[in-house]
């Protein structure tokens, strides 16, 4: 089962690209407004996610839960809004490469963050230096990435 894990995370990192192109044309065919794009893609969502927790059933039990629980709790909503406001943003002025690139770092550093000082409740994963050399290859894949072609115009003439 654990195979199956990786595969499933491997296709949303394919779903985070695909939404992003998809959400970046929307805002294009909305006159180019990002934010009513966003908006637009987060109640697709919403709705989609309703109609599978109704399915599932528990959403009343969950909803009556809601008011006991932190309000920090709600935040990964807020960011997910403003990941997605920013990718419909910078996908047009930066590319997809690069911003897609860029986010999976912030992600990198984040998690291994969160995993190390087992932050929100996550289980505690130390960060070995092992670890640590494969995001300095990471990093430095993406540095080629963002600037293959200064450095190919610069070093292979």
Same mark, same amino acid.
């Given at each position: 089962m654990g195979?199956?894990?990786y595969v499933?995370?491997?296709a949303a990192g394919l779903g985070i690209t695909l939404q992003t192109t998809l959400n970046s044309q929307l805002a294009k065919g909305l006159g180019g407004?990002?934010?009513t794009a966003a908006l637009f893609s987060f109640t697709a969502g919403a709705?989609?996610?309703g109609i599978y927790a109704l399915l599932r059933g528990g959403?009343?039990?969950? %909803? /009556?839960a809601i008011p006991s629980q932190p309000l920090w709790s709600l935040a990964g909503g807020m960011i997910g809004a403003c990941a997605l406001f920013s990718y419909v943003v %910078? /996908?047009?002025k930066i590319g997809f490469s690069?911003?897609?690139g860029l986010a999976i770092?912030?992600?990198l550093l984040s998690s291994q963050m969160i995993d190390h000082f087992g932050l929100l409740g996550a289980v505690r994963r130390p960060v070995s230096l092992l670890r640590l050399g494969g995001m300095l290859v990471m990093l430095i894949g993406l540095a080629v990435m963002l600037f293959s072609d200064r450095l190919s115009a610069r070093y292979l003439q």
């Open positions: 195979m199956t894990y499933i995370a491997f407004d990002p934010v709705f989609s996610l959403l009343m039990t969950s %909803l /009556a %910078l /996908a047009p690069a911003l897609l770092v912030g992600q």
